[in-house]
């Protein structure tokens, strides 16, 4: 049997939120870091759950754990940058073959996302969930004008799960100093092929007020399924 | 005085929305065409409106421009392609100096966006709004392997409006048989230089539910602070 552990980066500030921490706003009945928590403990593929944690949020995290009843669960103090919080997290995980790595205020993970992403990681050891952006993408430069028109049918917005072999993943975060907006951007930078498989437009990151209006419209539907 | 007109292309079916024709759906108390369309009507930088629509859009907004008083608006039939709909719309414009080209889609335009626009037109005859992207974005190839991962600080996602000189417009639609996504891409095809302005995220394109949730959102921000 694999064992896969899982990584929640979770420590942001939630500063495009008005500055409340928007890991803890009220979703559907339970915060919003329950979701994606609950949905890693109650999936059998998954071993344990490391999740990184500003200061505040550890102690808000530490009673929502025991209120809710988490038990693979466990938290660490993250740090400024997202790649800081994943790398205090690594530290923590215990002995895995494959480290899944997810976004803390992405609440809408299911099974099938973990599954697809533990699979499509296989191939080259490194998987991450995306969908077709549905923007037309320009790339610009200083002085705001159009330097490239990028072909859209190419383009993928990168989401979590984002699901690597451990070995390569600790071997990214021991070489790198750079900073990157994703897990894999780091994986890339050693040359290992990565291979995006499909997400879904509904498992969004909540980073604004208009998104958290998005969530809970999914969250009616998802209660209103269930 | 510079004339300017402006092109709303609205000919879409509404695939994602479930079938139904979105630009007519209730947003804040009035279709969500007209949103736009009476910024455009209030805004005393725009001579002139063309509407592009499908054939049964064309008999709704007949009604609603005479319900809603609209007076500087015309309708056309608008094409199976978005750029088919905008050639469309060119030919029944007047004699102008700058067209601006605004998806019907988007509700949430305003005086702003039109005087930025047309402002940063000067330059180099064209410009198009934008915003940062908010997504990591990857270029994959067929295989679904990771080609590239783009510098996220130097992608705008497009929005419009985008707002060209007449002249520059006419003749990208004049030698193009190529499909794009938005009408910037044509005119870069010329060699000509497009400039990006400050877009706004909340100036947004409503293609799903989802969105449509959002939008109404925004709908009652907008009137509680109107």
């Given at each position: 049997?694999?064992?896969?552990?899982?990584?929640?980066?979770?420590?942001?500030?939630g500063r495009r939120m008005g500055g409340r921490d928007k890991?803890?706003l009220?979703?559907?009945?339970?915060?919003?870091?329950?979701?994606?928590?609950?949905?890693?403990?109650?999936?059998?593929?998954?071993?344990?759950?490391?999740?990184?944690?500003?200061?505040?949020?550890?102690?808000?995290?530490?009673?929502?754990?025991?209120?809710?009843?988490?038990?693979?669960?466990?938290?660490?103090?993250?740090?400024?940058?997202?790649?800081?919080?994943?790398?205090?997290?690594?530290?923590?995980?215990?002995?895995?073959?494959?480290?899944?790595?997810?976004?803390?205020?992405?609440?809408?993970?299911?099974?099938?996302?973990?599954?697809?992403?533990?699979?499509?990681?296989?191939?080259?050891?490194?998987?991450?969930?995306?969908?077709?952006?549905?923007?037309?993408?320009?790339?610009?430069?200083?002085?705001?004008?159009?330097?490239?028109?990028?072909?859209?049918?190419?383009?993928?917005?990168?989401?979590?799960?984002?699901?690597?072999?451990?070995?390569?993943?600790?071997?990214?975060?021991?070489?790198?100093?750079?900073?990157?907006?994703?897990?894999?951007?780091?994986?890339?930078?050693?040359?290992?092929?990565?291979?995006?498989?499909?997400?879904?437009?509904?498992?969004?990151?909540?980073?604004t007020p208009?998104?958290l209006?998005?969530?809970?419209?999914?969250?009616?539907?998802?209660?209103?399924?269930?």
């Amino acid at each position: 049997m694999e064992r896969v552990g899982a990584i929640v980066p979770a420590a942001g500030h939630g500063r495009r939120m008005g500055g409340r921490d928007k890991l803890f706003l009220p979703l559907g009945g339970r915060p919003l870091l329950a979701w994606c928590i609950e949905t890693l403990e109650s999936c059998d593929l998954v071993g344990e759950v490391v999740v990184a944690l500003n200061p505040a949020g550890l102690k808000r995290a530490a009673l929502l754990s025991e209120a809710r009843g988490w038990c693979k669960t466990r938290a660490c103090l993250g740090g400024a940058r997202r790649q800081d919080s994943v790398a205090a997290a690594l530290l923590l995980l215990g002995s895995v073959d494959w480290v899944l790595v997810h976004d803390g205020d992405r609440p809408f993970l299911t099974e099938q996302l973990i599954r697809d992403g533990i699979d499509a990681a296989r191939d080259t050891g490194a998987a991450v969930a995306a969908v077709p952006s549905k923007d037309t993408v320009k790339v610009v430069d200083a002085a705001g004008l159009v330097v490239q028109t990028l072909e859209r049918d190419a383009l993928r917005a990168v989401q979590t799960p984002q699901v690597f072999r451990a070995d390569i993943l600790l071997r990214a975060y021991a070489v790198t100093g750079e900073s990157a907006t994703d897990d894999a951007t780091l994986v890339e930078r050693l040359g290992c092929q990565v291979r995006l498989y499909d997400g879904a437009y509904e498992n969004l990151k909540v980073t604004t007020p208009d998104d958290l209006v998005v969530a809970r419209a999914i969250a009616r539907r998802w209660k209103g399924a269930g």
